[in-house]
């Protein structure tokens, strides 16, 4: 295979899963920032039909383009009853919210009452005490360049675990607990390990340093000011509130999980939304709407997500760049137990797409990609490149996005129930 048609694995960790997103890069390297093309509706619509055709129950999303929009969705909300998939739906967007934290932390930052090299130990000496306190610092919590472990791979060593979260109510103090007693994965700032426990931290120095909430300062900052009235955080409460479908678990036949506490995710990974507001949302962020100009540099500037593969893509603070054969786009990826979402922009906000999909899991022990995974990232890639884009660029830039689901707890054995 010539070089250039090399696979590049660009990981992209969210919640509950380690998604790996493959890009086959263009011969000559992508400009950043897609440019804008018609949106051809058609193809959308078809690519989008393919993906509940491919095994998954429904999927819903949302397309921008300059001014312009498409909203759709395809197959059905629930398995129990007849319901068509509705693009207005509430979906939960698990790591997505680390994105709302982020820049709840930097706006913090922009008013002079937190910086980026403090200490964390300065807010937080109780949680993280001593040498660790001093030396980590709120960048490398938001770029996950801590070294601190992710305490869902303590929290998840067995499909039995999922049970036991679904009706636990966890404070953040103990999930940080969880990650602080595990083996440190690098030296502070040395390189890029994905952990949870680093958002839960974010949220802490959010009430810490505003005496408020994190759910109440995301609510006044990001959710109130743009009118995204589809997005929250649900707390405690195990239900989504307004339109919604199911939230299915699949990796040895299909349960239904639609009703999950997720206090687990917290800070991490809590967030429920609708796709029209992720598109809203990343789009005043991208345009420095809610961010300074120096700050948002800041946000953008990025560490190697793959250190042997600095070429596949790099995490920000709390957003991450992905190379596709129409340029690079921005944004992050969240994966809960049923529901798996992508929200992904270009950075000068000619092209958008958010997309979810209601079933989680569903590759345990199958080949890889599977028939949805090619499906749903086919529908991604339309999205994001016009296929008048597409054949300008290369004929053989033909993008392959193989994804890889499994259970949190990296290489721990997985007991089945």
Known sequence: MPRTLRTLK??????????????????????????????????????????????????????????????????????TRPRPMQPQMRHRIGSITKTFVATTVLQLVDEGRLGLDDPIGQRLPEIVPGELGDQVTVRMLLNHTSGIGNYTNAMIDSYAAINRMQVTTYAPADLVAMGLALPPTNAPGAEFSY????????????????????????????????????????????????????????????????????SWGGAAGEMISTTADLNTFFRALLRGDLLRPATLDQMLTRVPMVPELPEAGGYGLGIYALPTPCGEFWGHDGAVIG?????????????????????????????????????????????????SE??????EATPQLPSVTRMPGNDAVVAVP
């Open 339 to 387: 529901h798996l979402t992508y929200s992904l922009h270009s950075r000068n906000g000619a092209r958008q797409v958010s997309s979810g999909i209601n079933l989680s899991h569903y590759q345990i022990g199958l080949p890889d990609p599977h028939p949805i995974d090619i499906a749903w990232q086919t529908f991604l890639l339309t999205a994001m490149c016009p296929a």
């Open 195 to 262: 952990s949870n426990t680093n958002y839960i931290l974010a949220g802490l120095l959010v009430e810490a340093v505003t005496g408020n909430s994190t759910a109440a300062e995301v609510q006044r900052r990001i959710l109130r000011p743009l009118k995204l009235t589809g997005t929250s955080f649900p707390g405690t409460d195990p239900t989504i509130r307004g339109p919604h479908g199911g939230a299915y678990f699949a990796p040895f036949g299909v349960r239904d999980l639609s009703e999950f506490n997720m």
């Open 10 to 79: 660009v990981v992209a960790i969210s919640v509950t899963l380690v998604a790996t997103i493959a890009v086959v890069p263009v011969a000559a390297t992508a400009q950043p920032g897609a440019s804008a093309g018609k949106l051809d509706r058609v193809e959308l619509r078809a690519a989008l039909a393919a993906v509940p055709e491919a095994g998954v129950p429904g999927v819903l999303a949302a397309v921008r383009d300059g001014r312009r929009d498409w909203r759709d969705a395809a197959g059905q909300a629930f398995l």
């Open 390 to 395: 597409m054949n300008s660029r290369s004929s």
